[in-house]
């Protein structure tokens, strides 16, 4: 039983959550349950059909309603005495500022990107307010405490990027699945279906493009008169016959490779290719265009079959004749989308029949949509057990109980009976350009990048800059907001497409450049050293941002080594993977974890010494390196087992 001065504190608080998804419906509940009063709710997303296999406040009926509103009214149902206040809009609008973070005890994050989670952090530090950070995985979970001056903030260690495949790889040369699910999702299917004007590498085969230029020019136009079945046979022929043929024409290329097998329609259908394959002119003119199926039309149900070539192609035949005769009008701007079944079943069997060309095992609908999707399927206990972990550290928070406060991380298999693991929070680290403003520094090319190169690349994707204010000296070079007069803009926009080294005030080597967030009130220096050169493969980005990416040694307490495995030499090992939804997680502790207060263990003495239960307990968790699906924004890490040269972290005392 809660004692009458915890009663209080939770009664007396002011919550805010931020993600009302898999784990922010759990949290609600809890919150509600646990007697929390007064309850704040952000949430920018709508009621998916995917989303009611575990986020049980909501129903079919609330399919396209704001998630926010929605587990607001299912909440008080049953708790109608308590006020929870919903906001359907984006956390990082400018109305959520310092100003009203303020007004909270706490903050609950349950987010689904590294974005947002970095975007709350900052706020939470500039308005000195407690953040409890979450994040799950399957059966995988974790919940960190964040109190400014006294633990780590969320950035004090470097959370890997997602993993990006270079052009060339994924055009001329996949080995893996996943190189041919994003060459048929970000640009077989985005350059038939997406932005016309949008750059896209898809005809770029050999060095010699411009003996492939002729050829391809128009290709994927269709012509005047040309039925869907005509046209994707053409398209069938360039993409998966003639253009493997350009790409194996350069002999340099395959000395140390397999050599693909250019793949035409005639030898799929030797036969010849029946034109209506499936069943699309039976689809009645009332249903709905979104939920039209080539599988459906080819009579194939199991989506956890692996079809094969032939079934393969008569899916990608079927499904871009359903685009282009019943979701015409959308063709020029969708967006892959995983729940968009026929898109699902597009690439699937694009991907599918690429991989046949390069000898690359197939996969079945299920796994590519996991690839594609970036998911790592959601388990709804997992999010309960994290959310009741929230609570039971914001209790400790409000009742000013820092040193009790635990960082938990939920395992997917007991190790000496224990699923859940406590570590004891870290001190902030000293080296954090967040909480404890250590400059950056940068090696670009100052007389060939321009402004906007670092404005997008470095301020916006790496640094996580809503509302930017760049500085030289007393010199203003570029800044945004609705206060800023025409001439302002104007100039301001052209700086963009200047130079760093011709900007008004120059920026060169050993130029000390103050970026700033007026909406975060963050302020980071970054040091600009010069470089001329810069590998394109390794090095995509034409610039380096140092002094983020690792933490420094600390003394060691008691002679033991502390690592919760973010900051050491292992994260070059990491497994970097996306979660579905909101339901993800970061960082898994490798070396040691903490068993009881005070108590502490390497994790090679508690875990099984059987190798299978290291390799099960999360893919990378203990186990070989393993990489895994990709793309943008969102993160979730988990660490390979330690080294014994980790940097060393201090207890927080």
Request: contains cysteine; negative net charge.
């Amino acid at each position: 039983m809660a004692s009458e001065q915890q009663l209080q504190s939770i009664k007396s608080s002011k919550v805010l959550m931020v993600g009302a998804g898999g784990i922010g419906c759990e949290l609600l509940k809890t919150l509600a349950l646990s007697g929390f009063q007064d309850i704040h709710i952000i949430d920018m997303d709508t009621i998916e059909v995917s989303n009611l296999n575990r986020q049980f406040l909501f129903r079919k009926s609330h399919v396209g309603q704001s998630k926010a509103k929605v587990a607001r009214d299912a909440v008080l149902r049953f708790r109608p005495q308590i006020n929870i206040t919903p906001y359907h809009a984006n956390v990082k609008d400018p109305d959520f500022n310092v100003d009203f973070f303020k007004q909270f005890n706490v903050v609950l994050n349950g987010l689904d990107n590294l974005d947002a989670r970095r975007h709350v952090n900052r706020l939470c530090l500039a308005a000195d307010v407690p953040l409890v950070e979450s994040g799950t995985t399957g059966f995988l979970g974790q919940v960190t405490v964040h109190i400014k001056g006294k633990t780590e903030c969320y950035e004090c260690q470097p959370k890997p990027t997602p993993k990006s495949y270079p052009v060339c790889t994924i055009t001329s040369t996949p080995s893996k699945f996943v190189h041919c699910i994003v060459w048929a999702k970000e640009l077989l299917f985005a350059k038939l279906f997406g932005d016309k004007n949008q750059d896209n590498d898809l005809n770029v085969r050999s060095n010699d493009a411009a003996s492939s230029s002729e050829h391809a020019e128009d290709v994927f136009e269709r012509r005047e008169g040309e039925d869907p079945g005509q046209y994707g046979r053409r398209i069938y022929d360039h993409v998966f016959g003639y253009n493997i043929e350009v790409a194996l024409s350069n002999e340099e290329t395959w000395k140390n490779r397999n050599r693909p097998r250019p793949i035409y329609s005639k030898d799929v259908f030797p036969n010849g290719f029946i034109q209506s394959n499936g069943n699309a002119d039976k689809v009645s003119v009332t249903e709905d265009p979104s939920s039209v199926s080539a599988m459906a039309s080819l009579s194939l149900k199991n989506p956890q079959d692996i079809w094969s070539l032939s079934e393969n192609s008569k899916i990608l035949l079927e499904a871009l004749k359903l685009f282009l005769g019943k979701r015409d009008k959308e063709i020029g701007n969708l967006i892959f989308d995983k729940d968009d079944q026929l898109a699902v079943e597009f690439v699937t069997a694009a991907a599918n029949i690429r991989a046949s060309s390069f000898g690359i095992p197939l996969h079945s609908l299920f796994e590519a949509k996991g690839i594609a999707g970036n998911i790592v399927h959601a388990v709804a206990t997992t999010n309960a057990i994290i959310a009741g972990l929230i609570v039971i550290e914001a209790i400790k928070v409000l009742q000013s109980n820092s040193n009790n406060c635990r960082m938990t991380y939920c395992l997917e298999h007991p190790s000496r009976k224990m699923l859940l693991m406590p570590v004891e929070p870290f001190e902030p680290n000293k080296s954090c350009y967040v909480c404890s403003e250590t400059p950056l520094s940068l090696e670009v090319n100052t007389n060939s990048s321009k402004l906007r190169d670092f404005v997008e690349k470095i301020v916006k994707n790496k640094l996580g800059m809503c509302l930017p204010l760049i500085m030289h000296g007393s010199a203003l070079l570029y800044e945004v907001g609705d206060d800023l007069d025409q001439a302002m803009v104007v100039n301001y926009t052209a700086n963009l497409d200047k130079v760093l080294a011709e900007l008004p005030s120059p920026v060169t080597s050993g130029t000390v450049l103050t970026v700033e967030d007026l909406q975060q009130e963050f302020t980071c220096n970054i040091n600009i050293k010069h470089r001329d050169e810069f590998d394109d493969e390794k090095e995509p980005d034409g610039m380096i941002l140092s002094g983020w990416t690792q933490a420094p040694s600390k003394e060691k307490d008691d002679n033991v080594a502390v690592s919760n495995g973010a900051s050491t030499s292992s994260a070059s090992q990491s497994t970097v993977l996306e979660a579905e939804d909101d339901d993800d997680i970061e960082i898994v502790p490798t070396e040691l974890a903490f068993v009881s207060a005070g108590a502490k263990r390497k994790l090679s003495e508690i875990s099984n010494s059987n190798s299978s239960a290291h390799s099960s307990v999360g893919d990378g968790y203990c186990g070989e390196k393993k990489e895994e699906v990709v793309d943008e924004e969102d993160v979730v890490v988990m660490l390979t087992d330690g080294n014994s040269d980790v940097s060393k972290k201090k207890r927080l005392q």
